[in-house]
């Protein structure tokens, strides 16, 4: 054995960390939390070998979510797509043969002015949303290209558009309380908000603020991990948060315990709001709630009287017919208490409101013609089997996977396997809806390219470099555009910038949230935090970006785009159902996203797959004794759209009349072929065209 000195050790030591090196980054995918990440090189091989999440970051603090853990595992997953592809069986079948990107792109190019030529540039659709959140690779060379193009423009509301438009009714902007400043408040409520499956790095800040002190509300139909983690969990029904929130203020206002200064000189409709919620009693809103009026109360002055006091809002409760109107009811509570006021305190749905980035130069709507039309995405089914005027011939899909994620699979299904339907597929995998394509492209991973990710949950930009080259001939979006332009002969100079000029593009800006903030510090940080106040609390000196500068708890525009101007309730479809007999026996579903997936992203992994089993809805044991179903049986899950298999799991954290399905599965990796969306509806939200997934009727019996 041979012996070495310590000064050959540190030497050969020092010669393996020269073997490598350390490339910043940052998670592209739909969370609020963004983390910064840090990829190890193996300079030898070219190959990305360690991913961790940065340790001075001040959301991320060095870890990742159980998702993102395993992202090297998903780059370099043996069923990456990494040629283009052409179509040889039937639609739906998955049977393709391999060609050139030069085959690909004139074939593309040929399909689509072929269509302009004969129905016109709207009967070409993008479908796209939040497979990436990056600027460059989601909303910059694609949407310049569509613009151009003239192709219909999509609505992307399918996420938050509905909560969105509420918000800003009330507060003008969205932005709300930092994740950081959440360990200086004592009253917490977590309203539809599974932070440890869907934001886990707020979850530490919550619970620093839980060990000095605080209480811990979750308000949820389901006992999630985090209500567990949680001092009080309420068993709200599905889509009545609304009517909480009301008979919350109806209690505040009815003992003395708003705060009168903050409404007098910071709010508009203080004395109407005082009168709009004088009949919304704690014992009306438990009827519709299905919360004991006890708690109502209870909640309500808790609220009211432990300060700082900040509600964290998520996505889900805003998925039903009245979600739009939900969301502006509970914005109302902090300016009602004077929450805004104090460090900790105050309200968080997102902060995206407060990233004043360059989108003219970045998107280009000026190339549109005008008035195009515009459809919305989540009513993908009836737009590929009922429009016409013109039809849609041919379809783009980036960014998504529709084939698992759009509501009514069915009519979704039907749309997708229409052979005059020119569809082109951009994509990591072989999804369901890869298989319907007639054209597959293969896309970078976010190890392989350039980007810009402004969050939704905190406050810092951030950059992400490639860290390796592409796999096989994978291309990113925003290159596979710039060719396509090339094809389509659009010779305007936009179409030229590379991804390092499409960055600057998106910092042009003279808002001062940007000021410093530049490409030149994102090269050399990888984050930088917005130009804002440290500590910031956004609304503490009672400005909001409204029109009458004021919290609008009566608002004039929502009386002018025909809502109510004050914060009212707005039942959810299947109360109406209910009520009218046509429910029947039926359950209530809500279908929130599996701990170990993102949507339907991570469901091909297969060590995430097995931590999630199976397809499972959860039952409460009444609706399972009821119907003859025992705990693990496979039960058929239907309604008038369609239906599913999944393994019944009977439990008492899912309230009674409302069943869980942990989602989006995959349909073919599904039992039957089909997942929860085979039930779930096109219907829009009552504000912004939003979706209404939790708004959901079904019927429930043991399979076979």
């Known amino acids: 054995m041979s012996m070495l000195t310590d000064k050959e050790h540190r030497a050969a030591s020092r010669s393996r960390r020269e073997d490598f090196i350390d490339v910043r980054g940052v998670c592209p995918h739909d969370c609020p939390d963004t983390c910064a990440w840090i990829v190890t090189v193996d300079r030898t091989t ?3 070998v360690r991913l961790r999440g940065a340790e001075d970051h001040p959301i991320t603090r060095g870890f990742l979510c159980t998702k993102v853990n395993h992202y090297l595992e998903r780059t370099y997953h043996p069923d990456r797509l990494l040629y283009p592809l052409r179509r040889t069986g039937a639609k739906g079948e998955g049977r393709f043969e391999r060609i050139t990107w030069d085959e690909a792109l004139d074939e593309i190019a040929q399909r689509l002015k072929e269509i ?45 558009e509905a909560g969105f438009v509420g918000l800003r009714y009330t507060l003008g902007t969205a932005r709300g309380t930092p994740p950081e400043e959440f360990v200086h408040a004592r009253y917490i409520i977590l309203w539809g908000a599974n932070l440890l499956s869907s934001n886990a790095h707020l979850w530490p800040f919550v619970r620093e603020a839980q060990k000095n002190g605080a209480k811990v509300v ?46 007098e000189e910071h709010c508009i409709g203080g004395d109407r709001l005082r009168e709009q919620v004088a009949e919304w009693t704690p014992d009306r809103a438990a009827v519709i709630t299905g919360l004991d009026p006890n708690a109502i109360m209870q909640l309500a002055r808790e609220y ?12 889900g409760m805003q998925r039903h017919a009245g979600g739009g109107m939900a969301v502006r009811t509970i914005a109302c509570l902090p300016a009602v208490v004077g929450a805004w006021r104090d460090l900790g305190g105050g309200l968080l749905l997102s902060t995206s409101g407060a990233f004043p980035l360059n989108y003219q130069k970045l998107e280009r709507p000026d190339l549109c013609p005008p008035n195009t039309r515009a459809l919305n995405m989540v009513e993908l089914g009836r737009i590929l089997n009922e429009v016409d005027d013109p039809p849609i011939k041919a379809l783009v899909v980036y960014n998504s996977n529709p084939a698992a994620v759009a509501p009514d699979q069915a009519a979704v299904r039907k749309g997708l396997s229409r052979e005059d339907l020119f569809t082109v597929v951009l994509e990591h995998f072989q999804t369901d809806t890869a298989d319907y394509a007639d054209i597959v492209l293969p896309a970078t991973t976010q190890l392989e390219h350039w980007d810009l990710l402004k969050p939704y949950g905190h406050y810092y930009l951030a950059l992400n470099r490639p860290a390796i080259a592409p796999l096989g001939e994978s291309k990113p979006n925003s290159e596979i555009f710039r060719l396509l332009a090339q094809r389509m002969g659009f010779d305007e100079p936009c179409f030229q910038d590379d991804d390092l000029t499409i960055i600057r593009q998106a910092l042009e800006s003279d808002a001062p949230e940007l000021v410093d903030v530049t490409l030149e510090r994102l090269l050399e940080q990888g984050f930088v935090r917005l130009n804002l106040p440290d500590p910031y609390r956004p609304f503490a000196d009672g400005r909001f970006p409204t029109p009458s500068g004021k919290c609008e708890l009566y608002s004039e525009r929502m009386a002018r785009d025909g809502y109510d101007p004050l914060p009212t309730y707005i039942p959810p479809n299947w109360e109406e159902e209910t009520r009218s007999g046509q429910a029947g026996e039926g359950l209530r579903l809500v279908s929130p996203p599996a701990h170990s997936f993102l949507n ?38 239907w309604n008038e759209r369609g239906g599913f298999l999944a393994r019944a799991q009977v439990t008492e954290d899912v309230r009674p009349g409302v069943c869980m399905a942990p989602s989006v ?31 959901c009727v079904i019927n429930v019996a043991p399979a076979g």
């Open 665 to 695: 599965w995959w349909p073919k990796l599904s039992p039957g072929g089909q997942n929860v969306n085979f039930v779930t509806s096109q219907a829009l939200a009552d504000m912004g065209g939003g979706a209404t997934f939790h708004d």
């Open 218 to 263: 979750c308000i949820d139909p389901v006992r999630t991990r985090t209500a567990h983690a949680s001092d009080w969990w309420l068993p709200i029904l599905p889509g009545t948060d609304g009517a909480l929130a009301l008979a919350m203020m109806h209690v505040i206002f009815r003992d003395g315990l708003e705060d009168r200064a903050f409404i």
């Open 600 to 637: 339907s992203t991570f469901v091909n992994i297969e060590r995430l797959r097995r931590r999630e089993g199976e397809p499972v809805l959860w039952m409460h044991p009444d609706d399972a004794t009821r119907r003859g179903i025992e705990d693990g049986q496979i039960v058929r899950v």
């Open 304 to 315: 009211a009287t432990t300060r700082p006091a900040v509600i964290r809002l998520n996505y």
């Open 116 to 160: 302009i030529e004969r129905y016109g540039a709207e009967a070409i659709l993008p479908y796209s949303y939040a497979g990436t959140m990056g600027i460059v690779q989601g909303q910059s060379m694609d949407r310049r290209f569509f613009h151009r193009l003239g192709a219909t423009r999509l609505l992307r509301t399918i996420c938050s």
């Open 46 to 48: 070219g190959r990305a």
